[in-house]
């Protein structure tokens, strides 16, 4: 069974940077989708970006656009969303997202998330 671990969240202030890890165990990353979500309390949550073995250039929501980078290392098993010039609109809860590619019914999976503050 996959499991996610999300980490590197924190308290940080307008303009600078925190990386977050996505950390997997129980399955072979390769054969996942992995995303980054956010959620703000009662907001929906919303995706930022996702990256899997086939994709060179990844999509990211306008909003992160310049700012947010994602990445993996496959010998650490771990997907990376590295932030920069961080925003107070950034704060939020964020969460990784494993799918598991040509699954029917679609399987997905989520970690517990980490907070994101950005503050002064």
């Known amino acids: 069974q996959i499991q996610l671990v999300e980490s590197g969240g924190g308290l940080v202030q307008p303009g600078g940077s925190l990386t977050l890890s996505c950390a997997v165990s129980?399955?072979?990353?390769?054969?996942?989708?992995i995303g980054w979500f956010r959620q703000v309390p009662g907001k929906e949550r919303e995706g930022i970006t996702c990256i899997n073995y086939e994709e060179v250039i990844p999509e990211y929501r306008d909003s992160v656009k310049g700012r947010f980078t994602i990445s993996r290392d496959n010998a650490k098993n771990t997907v990376y969303l590295q932030m920069n010039d961080l925003k107070p609109e950034d704060t939020a809860v964020y969460y990784c997202?494993?799918?598991?590619?040509?699954?029917?019914?679609?399987?997905?999976?989520w970690g517990q998330g980490t907070q994101v503050t950005v503050s002064s």
């Open positions: 129980g399955d072979n990353l390769e054969k996942y989708t």
């Open positions: 997202n494993a799918e598991l590619v040509h699954s029917t019914p679609l399987l997905n999976y």
